[in-house]
């Protein structure tokens, strides 16, 4: 059974470019949150998707935006990066409250 | 406010030592929580949750951890370390709830093991 899935493992843009990263939920999962770590941080909660619609948002700016697909993959989008953009995004599902899977991330520098 | 403390960020433990790593938070009411662990460019692993019931919990990889309602505190434990425990440690609490919402987490503890 796969647990959750994250695309790309790596990657580097410029600054002001814009990026999307992708996420497959483990199988029977039907929520995904997004969370940004940065180096030496612990994981800061960016928003979760629920039924195709952001159910609750952390405090991050408008530039970061997402989306969840009929079967419950997700996308993030970042528009303008900035410098300070990276970091460790990592993508975890959960069905109800039973506890979330973690995916391995993706690595995002942006420079 | 929502928070979580771990006011040690790293500890240094040899081989067959005890452990314990601590955390305490701060929040409207008793929420869920977790601890969970990452190696080196991984994600994170869930180690123990606690929900309810006894507020002593058993993990993975023998850890446990004991909520103290009273100090607020979600401390985690192992009886003698092994060099593969080496890693960092991150204590999250999330709200009570039919669906888990999203988790605050603390900065995390660095642990590294001798041999």
């Known amino acids: 059974d796969a647990g959750v899935t994250q695309s790309p493992t790596h990657l580097i843009k410029t600054r002001g470019q814009q990026v999307t990263l992708r996420c497959s939920p483990k199988?029977?999962?039907?929520?995904v949150s997004w969370y940004q770590q940065a180096l030496g941080q612990g994981p800061q909660f960016i928003f979760q998707y629920y039924e195709e619609e952001e159910r609750q948002r952390g405090n991050f700016p408008d530039r970061f935006s997402g989306h969840q697909f009929p079967n419950y993959s997700s996308e993030l989008n970042v528009n303008a990066l900035l410098l300070g953009d990276s970091a460790l995004y990592l993508c975890?599902?959960?069905?109800?409250?039973?506890?979330?899977?973690f995916g391995s991330g993706t690595r995002l520098t942006v420079v | 406010a929502q928070s979580v403390t771990q006011p040690d960020i790293h500890i240094t433990v040899s081989e067959g030592a005890s452990l314990e790593l601590r955390c305490n938070y701060s929040?409207?009411?008793?929420?869920?929580l977790f601890w969970y662990v990452q190696s080196p460019g991984q994600g994170l692993q869930l180690l123990l949750k606690y929900f309810s019931g006894d507020t002593l919990v058993q993990g993975i990889k023998g850890f446990e951890a004991e909520f103290k309602r009273s100090q607020s505190s979600f401390n985690l434990r192992k009886p003698s370390v092994h060099w593969s425990d080496a890693a960092e440690y991150f204590c999250a609490v999330g709200a009570r709830g039919s669906t888990l919402g999203r988790l605050y987490f603390g900065r995390g503890t660095q642990l590294t093991v001798w041999p």
């Open positions: 929040y409207g009411a008793t929420p869920y």
């Open positions: 199988s029977g999962h039907d929520t």
């Open positions: 975890a599902s959960s069905l109800k409250n039973s506890g979330y899977t």
